[in-house]
C-alpha cells in the first residue's frame, strides 16, 4: 500500500517530533490494519480498511474527513485500530483539527485494550485527557445496548464492560428512590456507561456531571464510577422532588439545568434539550416517576401548564 508524505513538520502542531514518531508508528501499524487480539470483529476490521483507503486515497477519492469518521464508528464499537488511526489524525490534523489531547485519550483507551503502538504512543503525547468524542457515543438511543435498556433484562445483553457499569447504577438507583430503568435511560444518554466519558463542556463520568454540580453533590472524583454515579443519582433524585414527579421536566433540567427550565416554564427551546429529552423518554416512557416532598421546595413551573412537545 502506498502512503502519502508525512506532512510538513511546520503543519504538525506544537509538538512536530511527537508527531512524526506517532505518523512513522501510523504507518507501519494501520499498512497491515490486522485487528487486535480479542476485538477483530468483520466489520470493525471492514470499517478500518476503508479508512485507510480513504485516508490516502487508495482506489477511492482522497476523503480525510470520512476516513475520520469511519475510524470513529471502528472504535465506537471497539476497534482498536480505529481508536489508533483516529488518534493518529488528531495528533497531525488530518481531516479533523490538530488536538493532542483528544489523540492523548484514544491512544490510552487503545492502550488500555491491549494496542501496542498506541501504548508507545502515550509517552509521547501525555497523560489520558478522558475525552470521549460524541462519535464515540451512540447516535441514536435504539442502539442494541440502549434497547436492552427497555426490555425485560435491561443489563443481561451488555458487553462485560458496560454490564459493570449498569450494575452499579441498578444497585444505587434504590437507595436514592430513583427507578433503576430511569436512571439506566440517563446514563445511556449521557455516556452510553463509559466512565471516563468526557464533553466538550467538560461534563465528566458516567453521568456526565459537570464541576458545579459535582460540589454541589460532593463528588470530589468525577471519574470515579461509583462516586459519579451516586453524585448523578442525587441530583436526579433533587430534580424530580423539585419537578414533583414530572419526569420530562425533570429530564430536560439534568441536560440544560433547572434555571433554563424555569425561565422557559418548561422545556427549553433548544435542539439538543429537546432531542435529549426525546431520546430519554423512549428508553423511559413514563410521564410521572415518585417523588419525596421533603426534599425541596417545587418549582414555579409545576402549577402551570408546562410544554409536552417533545
Not at 58 to 74: F, I, N, P, S
Not at 270 to 299: A, G, K, Q
Request: glycine share 6%; net charge neutral.
Amino acid at each position: 500500500m502506498m502512503f502519502e508524505a508525512l506532512p510538513d513538520r511546520k503543519a504538525i502542531g506544537p509538538k512536530p517530533r511527537c508527531a512524526f514518531l506517532i505518523a512513522a508508528l501510523a504507518v507501519s501499524t494501520l499498512a497491515a490494519a490486522e485487528p487486535e487480539p480479542g476485538l477483530a470483529a468483520t466489520e470493525t476490521t471492514e470499517l478500518v480498511t476503508k479508512a485507510i483507503a480513504y485516508e490516502h486515497g487508495e482506489g477511492v477519492r482522497k476523503d480525510q474527513k470520512l476516513a475520520a469518521e469511519l475510524y470513529c464508528q471502528a472504535a465506537r464499537d471497539g476497534d482498536t485500530n480505529g481508536m489508533f488511526g483516529l488518534g493518529w489524525m488528531y495528533a497531525n490534523g488530518r481531516g479533523v483539527a490538530h488536538d493532542e489531547a483528544i489523540a492523548a485519550s484514544l491512544f490510552a483507551r487503545a492502550a488500555r485494550l491491549g494496542h501496542a503502538q498506541a501504548r508507545d504512543m502515550v509517552r509521547f503525547v501525555g497523560e489520558d485527557q478522558g475525552i470521549v468524542l460524541e462519535c464515540m457515543l451512540p447516535a441514536q438511543p435504539d442502539t442494541v445496548e440502549a434497547a436492552t435498556v427497555a426490555s425485560a433484562d435491561p443489563i443481561n445483553d451488555l458487553p462485560p464492560d458496560k454490564k459493570r457499569i449498569a450494575q452499579l447504577v441498578v444497585q444505587a438507583a434504590p437507595g436514592y428512590s430513583i427507578d433503576p430503568r430511569l436512571a439506566l435511560a440517563i446514563v445511556t444518554t449521557e455516556s452510553n456507561f463509559q466512565p471516563d466519558a468526557r464533553s466538550p463542556k467538560d461534563a465528566r463520568g458516567v453521568m456526565q456531571l459537570i464541576a458545579t454540580t459535582a460540589t454541589r453533590f460532593s463528588v470530589k472524583n468525577r471519574l470515579d464510577a461509583k462516586e459519579n454515579i451516586r453524585g448523578g443519582l442525587a441530583y436526579l433524585r433533587w430534580l424530580l422532588a423539585y419537578y414533583e414527579g414530572q419526569v420530562a421536566l425533570a429530564v430536560a433540567a439534568y441536560n440544560a439545568g433547572e434555571a433554563a427550565v424555569d425561565h422557559y416554564r418548561g422545556i427549553p427551546p433548544y435542539r439538543e434539550t429537546r432531542d435529549y429529552v426525546r431520546r430519554v423518554l423512549r428508553l423511559y416512557p413514563s410521564e410521572r416517576h415518585p417523588y419525596d416532598p421533603r426534599t425541596v421546595e417545587p418549582s414555579p413551573v409545576v402549577s402551570r401548564p408546562t410544554d409536552s412537545s417533545q
